[in-house]
């Protein structure tokens, strides 16, 4: 399997690109702001085509780029459907100084096709399965992609999920820490420690290194389940929007 990835834009966005390896058909994870170039780049070098775009969840700084990188190679985006209004209407899901930034407004297009995810389905795409895990806290319509490498190790697209050592904003619209932590007890916990999480920001993990170290799930793999963690406890930290 080959995975390539970059940090683009303002807020360091990780775009990835995931093939069965060098010189076959890829998919393209979270194209933010200022992927396109980088991203054509790390195509050419691995001869690579895309066949789709996916979207680990509808914030601006993960779909930029979604509507030059489909359109101009005719693929399809795939999104969760609570979260495709965003990707024609961003204010919806960013802070006010993120708006204040923009100048209160910004306008980002739909690519010409733009496909939904269902929760617990799989995607068989450039040769590869991509299991898709609903995951809301994040924002209503995070979700995780899973696939495996030959000696079945999972390869965990994250998103704004989990991140090494912290876990993605709640503050935003939509967001619910409470159903953050119940997401990852339920989606991301159970799995095996060796599994390697890809986030939208920041370094590379794995599932049982956060499950040890990472301050804000000590103890929802336990007996306490993520219902009984006080949200106000453990504050959602600022990361990415």
């Given at each position: ?160 999920t989990l991140f090494a050592g912290s876990i993605g904003r709640t503050d935003l619209p939509g967001g619910s820490h409470r159903q953050l932590l119940e997401s990852i007890r ?22 049982g290194r956060e499950r040890v170290s990472n301050p804000f799930l000590q103890g929802l ?21």
């Amino acid at each position: 399997m080959l995975v390539a990835g970059f940090p683009a834009g303002a807020f360091q966005t990780n775009c990835y690109v995931v093939a069965r390896g060098a010189g076959e058909a890829c998919v393209v994870v979270d194209p933010g702001q200022d992927a396109v170039e980088p991203l054509e780049a790390v195509l050419a070098e691995h001869r690579l085509t895309p066949v789709a775009v996916l979207l680990t969840h509808g914030h601006f700084d993960h779909t930029f780029s979604v509507q030059p990188v489909c359109d101009g190679s005719d693929i399809p985006a795939w999104i969760h459907p609570d979260d495709r209004e965003l990707l024609a209407d961003p204010m919806k899901g960013i802070s006010s100084e993120s708006a204040a930034f923009f100048g209160g407004r910004l306008e980002l297009k739909e690519p010409r096709e733009v496909r939904t995810l269902t929760d617990r389905s799989d995607l068989e795409l450039a040769g590869m399965r991509l299991r898709v895990d609903h995951t809301p806290g994040h924002t209503q319509g995070s979700v995780v992609f899973t696939t495996e490498t030959e000696d079945g190790t999972e390869v965990i697209l994250a998103g704004d999920t989990l991140f090494a050592g912290s876990i993605g904003r709640t503050d935003l619209p939509g967001g619910s820490h409470r159903q953050l932590l119940e997401s990852i007890r339920e989606r991301l916990l159970g799995r095996p420690d060796s599994g390697v999480v890809l986030p939208g920001h920041g370094p590379t993990t794995t599932v049982g290194r956060e499950r040890v170290s990472n301050p804000f799930l000590q103890g929802l793999a336990g007996t306490t389940g993520a219902a009984d963690v006080d949200p106000a406890a453990t504050p959602a930290p600022g990361r990415g929007l």
